[in-house]
């Protein structure tokens, strides 16, 4: 069983900062891409940012400029470090992984529980 658990989600005003953290857990061998996606109320689920395993990056640009992705290979980490909130961040933010479980044998696509992320204005 693979589990992503995230953490550092929270209540913080406009302008604020939060870091966002999530590990992996279980039977896979590697990781390939990690990534992290938002869903607000009445909304779709959407990328907010993704990182491979080289360290290539891309964000959604709503938060470009403000958001940086970072992963630790060694720790089976991916870290999202939000600056500049607004209060269109709000969301429960999900942490993605693609990964190579050991018990199927395949790459699957594996979610967090997801942390709720509330921006106040």
């Known amino acids: 069983q693979v589990q992503l658990v995230e953490s550092g989600g929270g209540l913080v005003q406009a302008g604020g900062s939060l870091r966002l953290s999530c590990a992996a857990s279980?039977?896979?061998?590697?990781?390939?891409?990690m990534a992290w996606y938002r869903q607000a109320p009445g909304k779709q689920r959407e990328l907010v940012a993704a990182?491979?395993?080289?360290?290539?990056?891309n964000y959604a640009d709503s938060v470009k400029g403000r958001f940086t992705i970072s992963r630790d290979n060694a720790k089976n980490t991916v870290a999202l470090q939000m600056n500049s909130l607004k209060s269109e961040d709000t969301a429960v933010y999900y942490c993605?992984?693609?990964?190579?479980?050991?018990?199927?044998?395949?790459?699957?696509?594996?979610w967090g529980q997801g942390t709720q992320v509330t921006v106040s204005s």
């Open positions: 993605n992984a693609l990964l190579w479980d050991t018990l199927e044998y395949q790459w699957g696509d594996s």
């Open positions: 279980g039977s896979f061998f590697s990781i390939d891409r």
């Open positions: 990182i491979t395993s080289s360290g290539s990056t």
